[in-house]
């Protein structure tokens, strides 16, 4: 791969794990930022209400990403490390980035132990990644150009070589443009725009 390509999922998955009476299930969810997270692991806990654990590990961004890769683990009252991080290991050893796993845990009754709680989050998390389609993506980069009305034809050629998806344009006497771009092509265009006359570009979150 690309460095500004990266491995996640295509749509919400799910899983299952049990041992000893206690059931492990696992929701796998594509995200794009952290502000996805807590409405997500919120609605299971609203859903899933009389589970004892709904523990969490989360992964977003490439070593290319603006904010580079950020990560975190959750074991919502199990021992520690004894969830999130082994559901964390799953993101990981699968190579998948903009991902959450939720592991909610109904308890049987009988203690697991340190060893077999960690083989449960991890075999709950594992069989919601074999369950999920994994597709390769590209990290983008928001681009806006701004540019008075006589320099359109320049600013469209450049759009129509290097095709960036338009997110949004406006087209009066001062006109404006939000582009995304994949990553390694984002230096070019903006350098190809700013080399039109009368034309402002930035890049955007």
């Known amino acids: 791969?690309?460095?500004?390509?990266?491995?996640?999922?295509?749509?919400?998955?799910?899983?299952?794990?049990?041992?000893?009476?206690?059931?492990?299930?696992?929701?796998?969810?594509?995200?794009?930022?952290?502000?996805d997270i807590k409405p997500l692991?919120?609605?299971?806990?609203?859903?899933?209400y009389d589970?004892?654990?709904?523990?969490?590990?989360?992964?977003?961004?490439?070593?290319?990403?603006?904010?580079?890769?950020?990560?975190?683990?959750?074991?919502?009252g199990e021992p520690a490390g004894s969830a999130g991080r082994p559901i964390l290991g799953q993101l990981l050893s699968r190579g998948v980035t903009n991902v959450l796993v939720v592991v909610v845990r109904?308890?049987?009754?009988?203690?697991?132990g340190v060893p077999g709680l960690i083989a449960a989050y991890k075999g709950a998390t594992a069989d919601a990644l074999a369950a999920a389609e994994v597709v390769e993506r590209t990290e983008n980069r928001v681009v806006v150009v701004e540019f008075p009305y006589l320099a359109m034809n320049e600013v469209m050629r450049v759009v129509k070589e290097m095709a960036p998806e338009v997110l949004g344009q406006e087209f009066d006497l001062a006109c404006r443009l939000r582009l995304s771009i994949r990553l390694r092509d984002a230096g070019p265009l903006v350098d190809r725009m700013a080399g039109i006359e009368g034309v402002n570009v930035s890049l955007s979150s």
């Open 106 to 112: 109904y308890f049987g009754g009988i203690k697991l």
């Open 41 to 48: 692991v919120d609605a299971l806990k609203t859903k899933y």
């Open 1 to 35: 791969m690309s460095s500004d390509t990266y491995l996640t999922i295509a749509a919400p998955a799910e899983g299952l794990y049990k041992d000893k009476g206690s059931r492990f299930l696992a929701f796998a969810y594509p995200v794009f930022s952290e502000a």
């Open 51 to 76: 589970a004892r654990h709904h523990c969490y590990a989360w992964q977003l961004g490439i070593e290319a990403s603006e904010g580079g890769v950020r990560f975190r683990a959750n074991d919502d």
